[in-house]
């Protein structure tokens, strides 16, 4: 079957196969590949006609069985191109939801292939891509952190420009449903600007109402016996303890 | 190494002073230029002798000053490195003067330092800050006042410019320097995200469900502004706590352990 699939055509460009190339172009670092046999499974792709057209002849160039034919004009060329990439990502919103494409990702999230949170009490959890919306030309992607479970702008210019729905909305709750070990714990540590050292009243008094939210939740979840230590997977990691604390102590 | 040579033959022509040189070298662009009034004036210098080494010889480089005895050869890439923390230091008490904090708005405005990464506060510009005043600890980190957290700087190159130049205070004043930031933040504070799985939310009692809400929650409804009302000055002991002993908690377990002193008392 490779050697089927291999073409022979003189342009040095097709000696590679269609999904290696669009994986290797820049900007395509968040996709992993998607099997042929998804592909080629028609019932994969209900609904996607309604984005492009002719889908025999895209699942075709995608999955190397025919070439974009030469004598089309260079117009159509290009439009079948964008449209075989456009099918491609479509299809791989669908396919990483699956256990196989659940699996890649996981290898792609465990090498941070999507970068790291910026943020600094996240300790540099790596993020997934997530979409803000199924439908195509909505919103570009975004980065979520299963730490902060906040999401992020991607760091380089280049993603930024990608279309969220070639991720998906469901992704990564997917992800954590499927693979509950990697569920990081979740730092409490939180941030308030001082000055020479005095903590600002008003976002200390923010800080101090989202503790209380926060201590609320830990009380719900006591409750009802489910645990949330550091050691349990969507648990709390509490801070060293905090000299003000003990300042706040000595001073009553 | 390259600038000590240049400043030797300084003095013939006209040259960048070492200050506007050392600011425009690739990856410093975080600092302003300190006003060289500012250094002569010893009083802004208290201390600092005591922290940097090779102090005078420091000094006379930043201020391009000839040596009164000349450097040794070996010591100097040492007083060249002396230089720079010096100028870290100072530069960080001289943001917080007057005509430093205006030098930075202005880099802020150009947004020099970047824009918030998180995606709900839309852009919001950064601001440099150290979590700690001493050197050597660690590297500069981003505030961004919107959603009140740090971040890390997005450009490696700015992962070797320490925290303490810019130091633990500059944020804190910026922000109350300049009201309208805060205005500006008040405007994009109204959007969390919330994961969903097709569509249907996760319920908090998952592994996988939201435990982070509170770092980005605002109060909104009535009952929630009441409670913010109470946090005013320490955390409310909330009736939600009375049935769970609950004590190897921070929060609660200072606002507790107060009370049983109380008690003893």
Known sequence: MASAEYMSDSGSEYTEYWIDWFLGSRGNEYFCDVDVEYITDRFNLTGLNQYVDRISLLVDIITDRTQISENESEQTRARLEDNAKFLYALIHARYIITQRGLNKMMEKYKNADFGYCPRVFCKLTPLLPVGLSDTPKVASVKLYCPNCEDIYNPKSSRHSSLDGAFFGTSFPAMFFQAFPELIPSHSVDIYTPKIFGFQIHDYAKLTRWRLLQKDKLIARLDEQGIPHDRDTRGGFVEPRKDPDDSSKKGRR | ?265
Not at chain 2, 64 to 81: G, M, S, Y
Not at chain 2, 156 to 174: E, H, K, P, Q, W
Not at chain 2, 214 to 230: A, G, M, N, S
């Open chain 2, 1 to 265: 190494m390259n600038i000590t040579n240049e400043l030797e033959s300084n003095s013939s022509e006209e040259m960048d002073s070492w200050i506007s040189q050392y600011c425009s070298i690739f990856g410093h662009d975080y600092f302003v230029e300190v006003a060289p009034e500012f250094i002569e004036d010893d009083f802004n210098l208290t201390g600092l002798s005591s922290v940097v080494p090779f102090y005078r010889e420091a000094l006379d480089v930043i201020l391009d000053l000839e040596p009164e005895v000349p450097i040794k050869v070996a010591n100097v890439p040492l007083v060249e490195h002396a230089a720079q923390l010096l100028y870290g230091l100072i530069h960080a008490r001289f943001i917080l003067t007057k005509q430093g904090y205006h030098l930075m708005a202005e880099k802020y405005e150009q947004k020099v330092f970047g824009t918030c990464p998180r995606y709900y506060c839309e852009g919001m510009r950064l601001i440099p800050i150290g979590r700690y005043d001493q050197t050597g600890i660690e590297t500069v980190r981003l505030y961004c006042p919107c959603c009140n957290d740090i971040y890390l700087p997005s450009s490696s190159r700015y992962l070797n410019i320490d925290g303490a130049f810019f130091g633990t205070s500059f944020a804190g004043l910026f922000i109350k320097m300049f009201p309208e930031i805060e205005r500006q933040c008040q405007q994009r504070l109204n959007k969390q995200y919330e994961l969903k799985l097709f569509g249907f939310r996760i319920n908090e009692r998952a592994a996988s469900g939201p435990r982070m809400k509170w770092l980005r929650q605002v109060p909104r409804t009535k009952e929630e502004i009441e409670e913010f009302d109470k946090c005013e000055f320490e955390l409310p002991q909330d009736d939600y706590r009375e049935d769970t002993e609950r004590d190897e908690h921070d929060g609660s377990e200072s606002v507790m352990s107060i009370a049983q002193e109380e008690e003893e008392l």
